[in-house]
């Protein structure tokens, strides 16, 4: 009799339990990942005060093995796929090795670089952007790269400012030092979606 009850317990337990896995914020694995689980969650992303420009995913692999992320830019309020990758552990190092294929139309264009936490609880994202000959490429991808490829250097931060709102921004090295990637990007929001917005 108590084996019959304790199935019809984890029967109940089962029927109950949502399909998605405990809030991702909230990892249940204590690993190298912790400091970086703030990020995971579908976030909009905009310009300070101004409407969402794209949505980003940070997603776990199995049993928080790696971090799948993605980037989709909003044009009439439809979701265009931008970049996506993945984020592992670099047990040498101990911080993560970032590839992304950037520019999905194509797969020509790669990003990839290490991931760090900085003391303050920063992440931030190294990036080295390799384009494909013919691709155009930084500053004013005016011109195409020529046989050898072309690189360019850029660097995203990400800071928690609450449960459900993150401070990034992304920059692009030049001769003078970091400027931004695209107007505003230097200061931009990522705010937590609620679930009626996910698809």
């Known amino acids: 009799m108590r084996v019959a009850a304790g199935m019809v317990v984890l029967l109940v337990l089962a029927v109950a339990a949502p399909a998605a896995a405990a809030p991702a914020a909230a990892p249940s694995l204590a690993g190298p990942f912790a400091p970086y689980a703030f990020l995971v969650g579908e976030w909009n992303v905009s310009p300070a005060g101004a409407p969402a420009m794209g949505v980003a995913r940070f997603i776990w692999g199995p049993n928080q ?22 984020m592992v552990w670099n047990g040498a190092r101990r911080d993560l090795d970032m ?21 303050d ?4 994202r190294e990036i080295t952007a390799t384009y494909a000959e013919g691709e155009r490429f930084p500053p004013r991808y005016d011109t195409p790269a020529g ?9 995203q931060t990400f800071r928690a400012s609450g449960p459900d709102t993150i ?6 090295e030049t001769k003078e030092g970091w400027v931004a990637t695209f107007p505003g990007s ?10 009626a917005a996910k698809r």
């Open 99 to 119: 590839l992304l294929i950037l520019d999905l139309q194509s797969g020509r264009i790669q990003e990839q670089g290490p991931v760090s936490i900085r003391p």
């Open 147 to 155: 046989p050898q490829g072309a690189t360019a250097h850029f660097r």
């Open 167 to 172: 401070l990034t921004s992304a920059t692009r």
């Open 186 to 195: 230097d200061r931009l929001v990522m705010a937590r979606r609620p679930p």
């Open 121 to 124: 609880g920063t992440v931030v």
């Open 65 to 86: 093995s790696y971090l799948w992320y993605s980037l989709a830019l909003l044009e009439n309020g439809e979701e265009q796929p931008h970049f996506e990758g993945l």
